[in-house]
Structures are given as C-alpha cells and as structure tokens.
C-alpha cells in the first residue's frame, strides 16, 4: 500500500507512525483497536500517548510512552487532558478535541511542550483516530510526540509542569471525511 504522509509532518518518527496507522486502517476511515499491531511501532512507543475521547470535554490519557514521562516528569496517565490546559484556553482544546468525533479527523502541531527541567522544546504532535473496538463508546486518539529543533528554550512558567500548552501552529488531518471548516472555536464557545 503507498501511503502519502502529509507534507507538513516533518519528523520522521511522526511520518513512520502516519504509516503505520494508515496501514492498520486498510480501507477503513479509521483502524479498530483490535486492528493495531504495536509491534510494528515498537521503536515509537515510548514517544507515544493514548487518550481516551468520549467528547471534546471528557478526555484523558490511557497510556503515556516513557519517553513522554521522563521529559515531563510525572505520568499523566489517568488525568483529564483538558484540564491540563490553562483556564482560559481549554475551550479552543475542548473545540479541537471534539471535532476528533464530530467529523472522524486527526490533528497535528507544534506546541512549546514544558518538560521536567523546567524548559520547553518545540515539539511535533501526529494524533491519529482508533474506534475503540465493541460497543464502548467514543475514540482512542493515539499521539505521537517527537522534540524538534536545536535544543531547548527557557521555561518561564515555573512551577507548572503538570500544564500542558495549547498549540498556536495547529491543523486537522483529512483521514478521508474531511476536516472541520474552522481552526478555532467560534466566539460563542468562547
């Protein structure tokens, strides 16, 4: 199967992982859970996150790769993704996180990840659908979280590292039914 990974994916563990994914689809919108062999990722797991979405306001983390863990320094596995965000911009991650359901999409970006050590480093983001399989409800988003540049930036949030930023440089991936018209959410979900 030749697989077109998006031009805009620029690392290449984000581009071996669109790969994957699309070949765990078939010819299918999405995969199934069942449908995912994590053996042909193994080299990736630890940079990637599995977060369970049953609307854009009820997501957590299943899973988080220890690669993650040890840049962020604590496991966020259990906590609810969207209150990781800043008070005043969980309503644009509830937005992005509810159009994964609303219309079957994927999402990529670039975000100031903070790590540990009190610093942050551009990261690239490559989140990608999986129907949780039987009758449970909503998607599994799996992430893949990959540092990009040339080494970190001062983090002058100190103090936050449970935060996670919302991303400025963000798009939806057409998996096939499209992408939601907007970016952001409009004002009224303000």
Known sequence: MDVVVPDYV???PCRDFYVAWSSWRGDSLMPQRR?????E???????????DALSGSDVSFRLVGTKVVDRL???PAGMDYVNMARPEERHVRTYRLGQHLSQPCGSWFIVAHPYANEVF???ECLVLPVRP???????????????????????DAIGKAQEMPVAEEFRFVDIGAGVPAEKFPPDNLA
């Open 10 to 12: 620029m690392t290449q």
């Open 35 to 39: 449908d995912v062999r994590l053996e």
């Open 41 to 51: 990722i193994k080299p990736l797991l630890p940079s990637i996150m599995v977060l």
């Open 73 to 75: 320094g604590f496991d």
């Open 121 to 123: 480093a551009p990261t």
């Open 133 to 155: 399989g039987g009758d449970q409800p909503g998607l599994q988003l799996f992430a893949m979280s990959e540092h990009i540049g040339e080494g970190p930036l001062i983090w």
